[in-house]
């Protein structure tokens, strides 16, 4: 955790320092680039002119598979092993998370820009009891925690803009969120299944983004840092994360193809939802919380009339260190378009 947080200030210290220096604005003609947004899983990587109001969609598909236990593949048997030894009642075995996303952008000056966005989540776990080796699939659904942030350009010329982003996420996402399992009540469901962090969030960070006449990159580093503690009784794990992206315009700079990658670090589950009584699985348990991640992606954004924008991402892991035991995450895929007058 210690290296992510020093690459993070790093990269903002870097960051600042390059671009500080010019600060004219001749941005009109570059706004039409493909490439001018980052691949479509970074949020808050522009700003707007004043006025200006964008509407966006976007659609998240992930999802787990097989075991990960550290750095590396795991099995069965070390999945049914409890953090604290003896075993578990129940083996998740994989899980799909669908998230649709409803965005609003507004410009209420050339240096400001506010956001607003808001979540739906459908997750979908299969769980296999050890004894009997009857599966089941629990399901949880319902809208997830909604974000507001203000984006405030610092810097900008020609070629580069940097700019700042202060986000709070409202815990509107449901973390009392229940289904039948193996008894015959309904049970509260594991951490990964919960809608919502269920605490206030704050969202920083740092926007970069450099482009040519020919290839364009950027760079944005981002926290969530809880506030406090939920009403259940436990803190997810904050979140530092460190993306870059290069980009190659084509078709007239319509559309841009582009290579990215995520270094994510998420810290561990702290205290204990107070409804999961028993530690059925490993889901359940905090201690399979939180992981260092580095995530590659490849994108393509496409901009449809001057006004529509298409993007759509596939990102796939190349690192993983998780704490314990965790179902291993095998893609990510997301689609998105964005319509702004
Ligand atoms: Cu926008």
């Known amino acids: 955790m210690n290296f992510f947080i020093g690459l993070f200030y790093i990269l903002l210290v870097g960051l600042s320092s390059q671009v500080l220096a010019d600060t004219e604005s001749s941005e009109v003609a570059k706004l039409l680039r493909a490439d001018s947004h980052a691949p479509i899983s970074i949020m808050g990587d522009h700003t707007h002119k004043e006025s200006q109001v964008m509407f966006s969609y976007r659609f998240m598909t992930m999802k787990m598979d097989g075991y990960q236990s550290g750095s590396s593949s795991s099995n069965y048997t070390k999945a049914r092993t409890h953090s604290l030894g003896g075993h578990y009642m129940t083996i998740p075995q994989e899980m799909t998370m669908n998230m649709h996303m409803i965005g609003a952008m507004y410009g209420t000056s050339d240096d400001l820009t506010f956001m607003v966005m808001g979540s739906y989540i459908d ?59 193996f008894g015959t009540k309904e049970e509260t469901l594991g951490y990964n299944m919960q809608l919502g962090s269920g605490t206030y969030d704050v969202l920083p960070g740092f926007t970069y983004a450099y482009s040519e006449d020919t290839y364009s990159y950027g760079a944005q580093i ?72 580095i995530d590659i992606s490849l994108a393509i954004n496409h901009v449809f009339a001057d006004k529509i924008r298409a993007g759509l991402e596939y990102r796939m892991p190349a690192y993983n260190d998780v704490n314990s035991v965790q179902l291993d995450t095998e893609n990510t895929v997301m689609f998105g378009l964005g319509y702004a007058y």
């Open 123 to 181: 997750n979908e776990m299969k769980v296999i009891k050890h004894t009997n080796a009857k599966k089941r699939t629990l399901e949880s659904n319902g809208f997830g925690d909604t974000k507001i942030a203000i984006l405030r350009k610092l810097a900008n010329n020609d070629n580069a803009k940097l700019h700042a982003t202060l986000g709070l996420s409202l815990p509107t996402g449901s973390i009392s969120k229940k289904d039948l399992m």
């Open 222 to 293: 981002s926290s969530v840092i809880r506030v406090g503690e939920n009403s259940k009784e436990y803190v997810l794990g904050n979140i530092y994360k460190s993306n870059i992206w290069f980009a190659l315009p084509f078709n007239d700079k319509r559309t841009s193809f582009s290579l990215a990658t995520e270094l994510k670090s998420q810290g561990k589950i702290r205290g204990n939802h107070k409804d999961i009584k028993t530690i059925m699985n490993f889901a359940q348990n905090p201690d399979s919380s939180g992981s260092r991640t």
